[in-house]
Protein backbone atom coordinates (compact mmCIF):
# COMPACT_ATOMS: atom_id res chain seq x y z
CA UNK A 1 0.00 0.00 0.00
CA UNK A 2 3.15 2.13 0.89
CA UNK A 3 4.51 1.84 -2.48
CA UNK A 4 0.81 3.02 -4.45
CA UNK A 5 0.34 5.95 -2.29
CA UNK A 6 3.12 8.29 -3.93
CA UNK A 7 1.65 7.07 -7.50
CA UNK A 8 -2.04 7.50 -6.51
CA UNK A 9 -1.21 11.28 -5.24
CA UNK A 10 0.99 11.69 -8.24
CA UNK A 11 -1.99 10.86 -10.43
CA UNK A 12 -4.13 12.88 -8.02
CA UNK A 13 -2.13 15.73 -8.65
CA UNK A 14 -1.84 15.16 -12.85
CA UNK A 15 -5.31 15.12 -13.17
CA UNK A 16 -6.08 18.34 -11.17
CA UNK A 17 -3.54 20.18 -12.80
CA UNK A 18 -5.07 18.97 -16.14
CA UNK A 19 -8.80 19.89 -14.88
CA UNK A 20 -7.26 23.70 -13.48
CA UNK A 21 -5.73 24.56 -16.84
CA UNK A 22 -6.60 26.82 -18.69
CA UNK A 23 -8.63 25.61 -22.05
CA UNK A 24 -9.12 26.89 -25.34
CA UNK A 25 -11.47 29.82 -25.59
CA UNK A 26 -13.81 27.85 -28.46
CA UNK A 27 -13.52 24.58 -26.45
CA UNK A 28 -14.83 26.44 -23.41
CA UNK A 29 -17.44 27.99 -25.61
CA UNK A 30 -16.17 31.52 -25.07
CA UNK A 31 -17.80 34.11 -27.42
CA UNK A 32 -15.96 35.94 -29.92
CA UNK A 33 -14.79 39.10 -30.10
CA UNK A 34 -16.95 41.37 -31.32
CA UNK A 35 -14.70 41.65 -33.76
CA UNK A 36 -14.58 38.80 -35.22
CA UNK A 37 -18.41 37.92 -35.12
CA UNK A 38 -19.81 37.55 -38.49
CA UNK A 39 -22.35 39.90 -39.89
CA UNK A 40 -25.07 38.14 -41.99
CA UNK A 41 -25.57 41.01 -44.48
CA UNK A 42 -23.20 43.88 -44.72
CA UNK A 43 -23.19 46.93 -47.24
CA UNK A 44 -20.98 45.24 -49.53
CA UNK A 45 -20.76 41.68 -49.48
CA UNK A 46 -18.53 39.30 -50.03
CA UNK A 47 -17.42 37.97 -53.40
CA UNK A 48 -15.34 35.63 -54.67
CA UNK A 49 -12.29 37.12 -57.31
CA UNK A 50 -13.82 37.51 -60.37
CA UNK A 51 -17.76 37.09 -59.56
CA UNK A 52 -20.55 34.75 -59.15
CA UNK A 53 -19.76 32.79 -62.62
CA UNK A 54 -15.81 32.43 -61.61
CA UNK A 55 -17.12 31.09 -58.05
CA UNK A 56 -19.48 28.27 -59.67
CA UNK A 57 -16.78 27.74 -62.14
CA UNK A 58 -14.54 26.70 -59.54
CA UNK A 59 -16.50 24.63 -57.55
CA UNK A 60 -17.23 22.56 -60.44
CA UNK A 61 -13.93 22.43 -61.70
CA UNK A 62 -12.61 21.20 -58.59
CA UNK A 63 -15.19 18.65 -57.67
CA UNK A 64 -13.82 15.07 -57.07
CA UNK A 65 -16.99 12.87 -57.11
CA UNK A 66 -16.67 10.68 -53.80
CA UNK A 67 -16.26 6.80 -54.73
CA UNK A 68 -19.02 6.21 -52.05
CA UNK A 69 -21.74 8.15 -53.73
CA UNK A 70 -20.77 6.90 -57.07
CA UNK A 71 -21.49 3.53 -55.71
CA UNK A 72 -24.85 4.34 -54.46
CA UNK A 73 -25.33 6.51 -57.15
CA UNK A 74 -26.13 9.33 -54.48
CA UNK A 75 -27.03 12.55 -55.51
CA UNK A 76 -28.14 15.83 -54.18
CA UNK A 77 -27.61 19.72 -53.19
CA UNK A 78 -25.26 20.61 -50.07
CA UNK A 79 -25.65 23.66 -48.25
CA UNK A 80 -22.58 24.95 -47.01
CA UNK A 81 -22.32 27.56 -44.29
CA UNK A 82 -19.16 29.14 -43.80
CA UNK A 83 -17.36 32.62 -42.68
CA UNK A 84 -15.40 35.45 -45.06
CA UNK A 85 -12.96 36.97 -42.51
CA UNK A 86 -11.69 40.43 -43.53
CA UNK A 87 -8.39 39.36 -45.27
CA UNK A 88 -10.43 36.85 -47.75
CA UNK A 89 -10.13 33.77 -45.80
CA UNK A 90 -12.58 31.32 -45.13
CA UNK A 91 -13.37 29.44 -41.45
CA UNK A 92 -16.23 27.82 -40.00
CA UNK A 93 -17.10 25.84 -43.32
CA UNK A 94 -19.99 23.53 -42.03
CA UNK A 95 -22.58 21.41 -43.77
CA UNK A 96 -26.28 22.80 -43.44
CA UNK A 97 -27.66 19.41 -45.02
CA UNK A 98 -26.77 16.32 -44.11
CA UNK A 99 -26.20 13.57 -47.61
CA UNK A 100 -24.00 11.50 -46.68
CA UNK A 101 -21.79 9.35 -48.70
CA UNK A 102 -18.86 11.61 -48.96
CA UNK A 103 -21.21 14.34 -50.59
CA UNK A 104 -21.12 16.84 -47.05
CA UNK A 105 -16.99 16.26 -46.59
CA UNK A 106 -16.54 17.33 -50.22
CA UNK A 107 -18.78 20.38 -50.04
CA UNK A 108 -16.58 21.42 -47.08
CA UNK A 109 -13.30 20.98 -49.12
CA UNK A 110 -14.48 23.12 -52.16
CA UNK A 111 -15.53 25.75 -50.17
CA UNK A 112 -12.51 25.45 -48.00
CA UNK A 113 -10.19 25.42 -51.71
CA UNK A 114 -11.65 29.21 -52.23
CA UNK A 115 -9.95 30.69 -49.18
CA UNK A 116 -8.27 33.44 -49.75
CA UNK A 117 -9.97 33.58 -53.04
CA UNK A 118 -12.56 36.20 -51.59
CA UNK A 119 -13.06 40.12 -51.69
CA UNK A 120 -14.08 40.69 -48.02
CA UNK A 121 -17.37 42.27 -46.75
CA UNK A 122 -17.31 45.52 -45.51
CA UNK A 123 -19.89 47.81 -43.35
CA UNK A 124 -19.27 51.88 -42.60
CA UNK A 125 -16.60 51.35 -44.70
CA UNK A 126 -14.41 49.04 -42.29
CA UNK A 127 -13.70 45.49 -43.40
CA UNK A 128 -15.69 42.54 -41.47
CA UNK A 129 -16.36 39.01 -40.57
CA UNK A 130 -19.39 37.75 -42.95
CA UNK A 131 -21.16 34.43 -42.78
CA UNK A 132 -22.28 33.30 -46.17
CA UNK A 133 -24.40 30.18 -47.41
CA UNK A 134 -23.56 28.38 -50.80
CA UNK A 135 -25.21 25.35 -52.39
CA UNK A 136 -23.51 23.05 -54.39
CA UNK A 137 -25.41 20.81 -56.54
CA UNK A 138 -23.87 17.54 -56.75
CA UNK A 139 -26.23 16.16 -59.71
CA UNK A 140 -23.96 19.23 -62.54
CA UNK A 141 -20.92 16.78 -62.34
CA UNK A 142 -22.61 13.10 -61.24
CA UNK A 143 -20.24 10.86 -63.02
CA UNK A 144 -24.20 8.81 -63.74
CA UNK A 145 -27.39 9.09 -65.52
CA UNK A 146 -29.21 11.39 -63.03
CA UNK A 147 -32.66 10.47 -63.52
CA UNK A 148 -35.04 13.73 -64.75
CA UNK A 149 -37.88 14.52 -62.10
CA UNK A 150 -40.97 15.76 -63.24
CA UNK A 151 -42.50 18.96 -61.62
CA UNK A 152 -45.49 18.02 -61.90
CA UNK A 153 -45.06 14.87 -60.44
CA UNK A 154 -43.49 16.75 -57.23
CA UNK A 155 -46.43 18.87 -57.00
CA UNK A 156 -48.49 15.77 -57.12
CA UNK A 157 -47.17 13.71 -54.36
CA UNK A 158 -46.76 16.98 -52.47
CA UNK A 159 -50.66 17.85 -52.39
CA UNK A 160 -51.33 14.13 -51.49
CA UNK A 161 -49.21 14.19 -48.39
CA UNK A 162 -51.38 16.96 -47.56
Known amino acids: MKTLRPLLTLLFLACT ?18 DERPYQYVEQMPEFNGGSEAFTNFLYDS ?4 PEAIVAKQTGVARVRFIVRPDGTIRDAQTLTKMGYGLD ?21 K ?6 DVTIDFSRKAPFEVPKQDP ?5 AKKQKN
Do not use: I
Open 63 to 66: LTYP
Open 17 to 34: FALLSPADAAAQGTPLPE
Open 127 to 132: LVHVAM
Open 105 to 125: EEAVRLVKLTSGHWKPGSQNG
Open 152 to 156: KQNRK
